[in-house]
């Protein structure tokens, strides 16, 4: 497709890695999402982490499920292992390759509507088997391809494109997360390189899982007065035939988020989210603490952003399940097939 395509050409100029890449050659197709969307941000933010720590492309897989953020995979490193899985079955999927090639490195790109409606149980499940990826989950609070409706982390109060208030309680990936025992947890702003590509880069090196939820406000569908993830909604009285195609010409938001206090980012329609860095002896290993900080951050109205939580002491999959160092995928046919008499010797043992 030719007027999606990215150009070839590479500057002589550009920096080179320790692979000897540019920074080009981590870049994918060309976005097809609406202007000025955030998920495009935190794609500039990956792609700037591995050119940076010098990811082999051939040893990167690049999982998704469905949604806008589901999209994303296709947008970095071209030249990388993919697959865009059903609805919330992204971290199955993803499961099931890490257990037979625990030598690739691993991330899942998702949305709030992916991991925390449809696919709730799997993510779960991914966290409590610790598997080693980078879980990525680009937030906006709506669903993007279906027209906007609230999605399971939408705030109380929050008002949708149509003007109707969200009535019910939002999952905070963040929360759940510590909750039920993830060993890394961290939240970032899509508008704020500067703190997401260190928190992707510690993503990268953590031993098992690494949940990253990053707020990125929807240009289209949080347009409008009164939503807590918003631009500015003007189209309200037209037909609605012309709304869900019109997208409004839009810049992304950057934002540096201050080391000290709080720091207010104005969005397009006047509305302002706080974020908070994390204070001076914050410590990222004491798990309670860090439950009991944000939650204290959270009724003030904050969204505390930065590396949140850290524990390298837990297994993950392969160590928990005791498996062998070589890939499953590379163990020759006896091994993975002992034939009939070993499994009847097997079969004994429950006799």
């Not at 920096?15 to 080009?24: C, D």
């Not at 490193?77 to 899985?85: K, L, M, Q, T, W």
């Not at 189209?235 to 709080?262: C, M, Q, W, Y």
């Amino acid at each position: 497709m030719p007027s999606i395509a990215k150009p070839v050409a590479r500057h002589p100029s550009l920096e080179r890695n320790s692979l000897g890449l540019t920074i080009r050659d981590y870049e994918g197709s060309m976005s097809t999402l609406c202007a000025g969307c955030g998920h495009d941000s935190i794609t500039a933010a990956i792609v700037r982490t591995l050119w940076e720590i010098s990811m082999p492309p051939h040893r990167l897989v690049k999982m998704s499920g469905i949604g806008c953020s589901s999209k994303t995979p296709a947008y970095f490193v071209y030249g990388a292992h993919g697959f865009n899985s059903a609805h919330g079955r992204m971290p199955t999927i993803t499961t099931g390759a890490i257990a037979a090639n625990r030598e690739l490195t691993y991330i899942g790109v998702s949305g709030d509507g992916d991991s925390l409606s449809i696919g709730i149980g799997h993510m779960c499940h991914a966290i409590r088997r610790n598997v080693k990826m980078v879980y990525l989950i680009e937030n906006n609070g709506v669903y993007g391809l279906t027209k906007g409706q609230f999605s399971a982390s939408a705030d109380v109060g929050s008002k949708s494109k149509r003007g109707e208030a969200n009535r019910m309680l939002p999952i905070d990936p963040v929360m759940l997360g510590l909750s039920i025992g993830a060993t890394f947890v961290a939240r970032s702003f899509s508008g704020d390189k500067e703190q997401l590509v260190p928190i992707l880069k510690a993503a990268f090196a953590h031993r098992g899982m690494a949940l990253v939820d990053v707020i990125s406000p929807c240009v289209t569908f949080n347009d409008h007065s009164g939503s807590t993830k918003s631009y500015l909604y003007t189209r309200k009285h037209e037909a609605r035939a012309t709304e869900t195609d019109f997208v409004p010409p839009a810049t992304e938001i950057l934002a540096s988020i201050s080391t000290n206090g709080v720091t207010s980012v104005t969005m397009h329609d006047g509305s302002v989210v706080r974020f908070r860095s994390l204070p001076a002896g914050y410590d990222p290993t004491d798990r309670q603490k860090v439950m009991s900080y944000l939650q204290e951050r959270q009724s003030s109205g904050e969204i505390v952003t930065g590396l949140l939580f850290a524990d390298e002491t837990v297994a993950d999959l392969h160590e928990a399940n005791n498996t062998c160092d070589a890939p499953l995928n590379d163990l020759p046919y006896e091994k993975l097939c002992p034939g009939a008499e070993t499994l009847n010797w097997l079969q004994d043992e429950f006799r």
